[in-house]
């Protein structure tokens, strides 16, 4: 009987589909904090370009970055320009459109972090 109930647990989960996350497009309220440990806030705004490609675009304290984004299962991430420097930011997708990702940049030590929450 054991055999059994365990086999019918397997079998359902793997009938039963996986629940993928997403991310949508649109406009992303921004909180990040830099390298050296100071805040800063502005937007992000992300158009898809496939089921799992996209362009980002941040606005934050006056500077305008872009960059071409990837989903992967729960894994989201996107390379960008900023100014002269190439920069690669990994986000976690969360549920209720909320990226929670930590970033770097070329030429500077350590890492950074920034939330990214739909706005309605």
């Known amino acids: 009987m054991k055999k059994y109930l365990a086999y019918a647990?397997?079998?359902?989960?793997?009938?039963?589909?996986?629940?993928a996350q997403t991310v949508s497009a649109g406009t992303y309220t921004v909180e990040g904090t830099?390298?050296?440990?100071?805040?800063?806030?502005g937007t992000a705004t992300i158009t898809l370009t496939s089921e799992t490609t996209c362009v980002i675009e941040w606005k934050t304290g006056g500077t305008t970055s872009e960059g071409v984004c990837m989903l992967h299962e729960d894994a989201f991430a996107a390379g960008y320009v900023l100014q002269d420097a190439v920069g690669l930011v990994v986000y976690k997708v969360k549920d209720g459109g909320v990226l929670e990702?930590?970033?770097?940049?070329?030429?500077?030590?350590?890492?950074?972090?920034?939330k990214l929450t739909l706005q309605p």
């Not at 647990?9 to 629940?19: D, I, K, R």
């Not at 830099?34 to 805040?39: M, Q």
């Open 34 to 41: 830099n390298l050296d440990g100071s805040a800063y806030n």
């Open 101 to 114: 990702g930590s970033w770097t940049i070329t030429g500077k030590d350590g890492a950074g972090a920034e």
């Open 9 to 19: 647990a397997a079998s359902l989960a793997f009938a039963l589909p996986a629940q």
